[in-house]
T-cell receptor
Framework: DTGVSQDPRHKITKRGQNVTFRCDPISEHNRLYWYRQTLGQGPEFLTYFQNEAQLEKSRLLSDRFSAERPKGSFSTLEIQRTEQGDSAMYLC????????????FGPGTRLTVT | AQSVTQLGSHVSVSEGALVLLRCNYSSSVPPYLFWYVQYPNQGLQLLLKYTSAATLVKGINGFEAEFKKSETSFHLTKPSAHMSDAAEYFCAVSDPPTQGGSEKLVFGKGTKLTVNP
C-alpha cells in the first residue's frame, strides 16, 4: 500500500492557461474525493466518485472545472482558463467504500496562478 | 447545512503542557466527527473519529476527544504536548452513511498548534 499519490506536487501557471492534475488512489479504493484548500482555510469539498461515476459536485466546481475517473482507478482534475482565484492546494482522498471508512489524503497539488 | 467552528486559529503551549483544541459543530442529523492533522507540505492524517459509539474517542499519538451532544462540541485533548505535535489540526463533520451518500467531509478553518520548548 503506497498511499494516495498526486502529480504534480507544484504547478505555476499564467492566468488563462489550462492545467490538469492527477490523483492515484490507494489500490481497490472505490471512492475518490477532490477537495480544495486555500490559505488559512480548511479543505472544501469539490467532487466525489464512486468507481468511475461522478456522483456529487459542489457548487464550487464551476464550468471551468472538470473531473474524470475513466476506469475507476486514477482521476484527473482539469481547470480551464485559470484565474488567480484558483490558486490553492488541491487535495485528493480515497476510501474503501460506504460506511465511514477513513478518507486517506494525498500530499496535494499546490497551484499558483500568476 | 453542516458547519464546524474551531475556536482559536493559533494555540501555543509549552512542551509537557495540556493541549486543548476546541471544535463546535452544527448538524441537522446525528453527526460523524473527525480530527485530522496536517504537517507542512503534507496531506491530512486522521487522528480519531466519532461514529456514534463511545463518546470518548481515543486516537493516535495520545490524542483523545469527547463528543458532547448538549454542547455540540468535539474538543481535542492531549495530556502532555510534545514538540512533534506542532502542526495544523482540522475538525470535520459529516452526515452518517446512507445509501448513495458521498460521506464528504466539512472542515473547520483549522488551528495551528505551536509547542514551545
Amino acid at each position: 500500500d503506497t498511499g494516495v499519490s498526486q502529480d504534480p506536487r507544484h504547478k505555476i501557471t499564467k492566468r488563462g492557461q489550462n492545467v490538469t492534475f492527477r490523483c492515484d488512489p490507494i489500490s481497490e479504493h472505490n471512492r475518490l474525493y477532490w477537495y480544495r484548500q486555500t490559505l488559512g482555510q480548511g479543505p472544501e469539498f469539490l467532487t466525489y466518485f464512486q468507481n468511475e461515476a461522478q456522483l456529487e459536485k459542489s457548487r464550487l466546481l464551476s464550468d471551468r472545472f472538470s473531473a474524470e475517473r475513466p476506469k475507476g482507478s486514477f482521476s484527473t482534475l482539469e481547470i480551464q482558463r485559470t484565474e488567480q482565484g484558483d490558486s490553492a492546494m488541491y487535495l485528493c482522498a480515497s476510501s474503501p467504500g460506504t460506511g465511514f471508512y477513513e478518507q486517506y489524503f494525498g500530499p496535494g497539488t499546490r497551484l499558483t496562478v500568476t | 447545512a453542516q458547519s464546524v467552528t474551531q475556536l482559536g486559529s493559533h494555540v501555543s503551549v509549552s512542551e509537557g503542557a495540556l493541549v486543548l483544541l476546541r471544535c463546535n459543530y452544527s448538524s441537522s442529523v446525528p453527526p460523524y466527527l473527525f480530527w485530522y492533522v496536517q504537517y507542512p507540505n503534507q496531506g491530512l492524517q486522521l487522528l480519531l473519529k466519532y461514529t456514534s459509539a463511545a463518546t470518548l474517542v481515543k486516537g493516535i499519538n495520545g490524542f483523545e476527544a469527547e463528543f458532547k451532544k448538549s454542547e455540540t462540541s468535539f474538543h481535542l485533548t492531549k495530556p502532555s504536548a510534545h514538540m512533534s505535535d506542532a502542526a495544523e489540526y482540522f475538525c470535520a463533520v459529516s452526515d452518517p452513511p446512507t445509501q448513495g451518500g458521498s460521506e464528504k467531509l466539512v472542515f473547520g478553518k483549522g488551528t495551528k498548534l505551536t509547542v514551545n520548548p
